[in-house]
């Protein structure tokens, strides 16, 4: 995907946004971390096999989403831009060189004063009629079930 942000479209995006009960740095390594995005990142009744990580600009983070079921879809996500502990931007698709509907995320946490952080997730879809696609099957629900097993996660961790 050739998107950047001076093109960005309202017109294909998703956006989720989730107030989180932990310092930004820790969840910022949750989606920075491997055995991190391992426990906890996949919709609702799906576990995250990693299968490949190398989290740099340039690095790929290659997994599947195991469904219940035993279904998987692979998954791959292209780092772009890793500005620690505020800024992720990175293109996610199928596990395929030729994957159609590539789509770029951009996600920023921002510290509060309390200890929480707000992060905000931005996907640009290739296409508008993409972009509703993927809400008509359940992206946005799809993602705040994600949201919803990072916050446990999050929690669990504050636990230990």
Not at 17 to 33: G, I, M, N, Q
Not at 39 to 45: E, M, Q, S, T, V
Not at 49 to 75: C, E, K, M, P, S
Request: charged share 30%; net charge negative.
């Amino acid at each position: 995907m050739t998107t950047n942000e001076a093109s960005w479209d309202i017109e294909r995006e998703v956006v989720l946004s989730r107030v989180l009960d932990a310092p930004r740095e820790r969840v910022f390594r949750a989606w920075t971390e491997a055995e991190r995005i391992g426990a906890w990142f996949a919709p609702r009744d799906f576990a995250c096999r990693i299968r490949h990580a190398d989290i740099r600009v340039g690095g790929a983070l290659r997994f599947d989403f195991v469904g219940t079921n035993g279904v998987v879809y692979d998954n791959r996500i292209t780092f772009l831009e890793i500005t620690a502990p505020s800024r992720l931007v990175f293109d996610h698709g199928a596990d395929r060189d030729d994957a159609p509907d590539v789509f770029r995320v951009t996600i920023t946490f921002d510290a509060q004063s309390n200890g929480k952080t707000v992060l905000t997730l931005r996907q640009l879809h290739p296409t508008k009629a993409r972009r509703d696609a993927v809400i008509g099957f359940g992206a946005v629900e799809i993602g705040n079930g994600t949201m919803d097993k990072l916050a446990e996660y999050l929690a669990g961790e504050a636990a230990r």
